[in-house]
């Protein structure tokens, strides 16, 4: 780690049609000595401090009070530091691109990656002409983060000393990843503007990390036992990415959720009305072209519309690590009228259209937190600059909802969006936005519930889902997953929900994969011959599997079994995330189970056998001994040590039907496998003339390993045990750990 810092400054050149307009914020590298805050700065800082009141409560969580919305906003902030600078300044190097500055060069086309799909220049344009009243709240917010710096010169960041309020902009939703690339990756970056003389095709299909996913449930007063609506709050992301928060102002705001580290407003959450929950979509919000380049004297042109019109040329100074000495370098990236260029196919440029980061989109962020009702809802929705998320959403009314989407550009039927594009022609633009109502919804559906676990929003509820034929393939080409199948299982069974009976749902522990890869199984087995090696072990273990109840559990063998084997069967049935006219997760396991040989089936399984003899001296190793929890220490990444202490877990990865999502994974110098994220901040609400809820957080508030909250949740995180909600002030200030302004 370097203790140093760069003001974020961006080199552009910017060649068009028009004179070369050069405009420039450069990185200027300086050793940071103390922060550098003025006097002025500190005096305003401190009087902002004394209207905002914050509450830690007896688990940890943050109550933020203050006078306006813009106080909060800055106890907000400052709580968040507290908890886990290290994450609130990591998502800002990541957005910001300065990586490399830390990492060295193995990040440079990383940072590039980034740079070219969102533009700091334009985040600083946004914030100047930002009005009043929201350019309070943005300010405030990077006030709260350099007076934590201010009142706190023990802690040294890698890289930012000073946060600046148009930070805020780089990252305008709140999702685990704000970057639509298109299926454009990093690699594809590095290729092109690496100069590598063997260029690699852009994939059709790159498989995503089943970890940005989620599951949102709505109960409409029909299957509630109270007659009061309800909602099932359900992030899966990497462990530690979201705190629990509370924020309330004399201005109207009383909002309480999950924020994603280092942002203003509450991400997935509920207010005293009601309440919403965004899960990550396939929804194809971003294009790539496939664009004609010539050189003509010396200068590049691409073919738009039978006219040569000249290539745009910006040039990025990035600062890179070299054994502690920061060393500026240069590359020129090219754009056409469609975007940056990103990759090379076939000897063609690949340009890239996608809107990543809005003014627009922070204030519907914003916005959605204050909602008092189903048609104020709606009218924030109809901003349509949320380019990321689904949203599942309950409220005091009793309306409930699923919205599949919300920026939704229009586009020609006629061609495969799901692949490159010819980009030589104008039919191939974008046709403006999807009006709001013609997005993929259910409003009020007569079956009681919606569900989308990052699935089809085609059985979002059931009969009453919307219809498939009725919109464009490019606006839903989720396919079905099997959680997705889950969720409709267990929300259509019960008739009277209560918070425990939907947190009971939500903690389903079926697998629904096995029942189709199991039978597949034992038909192939009941044909292999007697005298196959192995024969009597592999005989065993598929008749533990065969009377297995697809139930996971801690004490489960037969739990540890299917993982393991699953986890060696075709990828094609781990493929979650597809693209238009493509098979789904469920049929693609449906085929290969109805297809695969008995070699396909069997020798993943002898070798799950041999790779758990091989490590434990037996197979038969009971789910929870093999499947951790541990959390050793605060920082962002963390080595795992069988001889340390940990906890079981008797829940699997989502991609077998796990509701209770947790992903977990094998590591070097450790034999068990330990959790890397799914279920993070776990909640479920009832709307009711006053709320009930009750949370659950992936280990504890803090980041901090000598803060009793670093760990004091884990127990419950393992065995699914919520904790009460504390959404009025009066039931907080019977809970008071600690009560303070921020710099006491």
Partial sequence: MIDMNRDFRLWIVDCGLRACIFSFIFFAPFFPQAQNFTKEEISRWRAQAQRVTIIRDNFGVPHIYGKTDADCVFGLLYAQCEDDFKRVEANYIDKLGRWAEIKGESSLYEDLFIRLVIDSAEAVADFKKTPPAFQKLLSAYSDGVNYFLYTHPDVHPQLLARFKPWYALLWTDG??????????????????????????????????????????????????????????????????????????????????????WGQFFVYQGFNEHCGWMHTTNNVDVADTYIEKVSRKNGKLYYLYNKQQLPVKERKYTLYVNHNGSVQPKTITAYFTHHGPIMARKDGNWISLRAVNRSLNGLQQSWERTKAKNFEEFKKIMTRRSNASNSTTYADDHGHIAYWHGNFV????????????????????????????????????????????CNSSPFSSAGENSPIKKDYPGYMAPDGENFRGLNAARVLSREKAFTIDKLIAAGYDRYLTAFPILIPALTKSFSQLPSTDADYAETKEAVDLLAQWDDYSAENSVATTLAVEWAQKLNPAIRRVYIDAGEVDQVSATKNFAANATSAELITPLKQALAELKQKFGTWKL?????????????????????????????????????????????????????????????????????????????????????????????KMYTQGIFKEVLFYKEDVEKHVEKKYHPGE
């Fill in 409 to 452: 550009p229009k586009r020609d039927l006629k061609y495969n969006w799901s692949a490159p594009v010819d980009g030589t022609i104008p039919e191939t633009e974008w046709k403006g936005l999807h009006a709001f109502d013609e997005t993929v919804h259910v409003y009020d559906p007569a079956i009681g519930y919606t569900q989308n």
């Fill in 175 to 260: 999702s685990i990843s704000a970057i639509n690339s298109a299926d454009i990756t990093e690699a594809d970056v590095k290729n092109f503007y690496g100069n590598v003389q063997e260029p690699i095709s852009i994939k059709p299909y790159q498989e995503k990390d089943h970890l940005s996913g989620s599951n949102g449930f709505s109960i409409a007063p029909s299957r509630s036992a109270s007659g009061n609506a309800l909602l099932y709050i359900n992030p899966h992301v990497t462990f530690y990415f979201r705190a629990e928060v509370s924020v309330q102002s004399e201005e109207g705001l009383h909002a309480y959720g999950a924020v994603t």
């Fill in 622 to 714: 009971p789910w929870g001994e093999l499947n951790r929890y541990q959390r050793l220490t605060g920082e962002l990444t963390q080595t795992y040590d069988d001889s340390k202490p940990s906890l079981p877990v008797g829940f699997t990865s989502s991609l077998w039907g796990m509701l209770p999502a947790y992903s977990t994974n094998y590591f070097p110098g450790a034999k068990k496998r330990y959790g890397i994220g799914g279920n993070s901040f776990i909640c479920a609400v009832e709307f009711g003339k006053k709320v009930k809820a009750k949370s659950l957080l992936a280990g504890g508030e803090s980041g901090n390993p000598n803060s009793p909250h670093f760990g004091d949740q884990a």
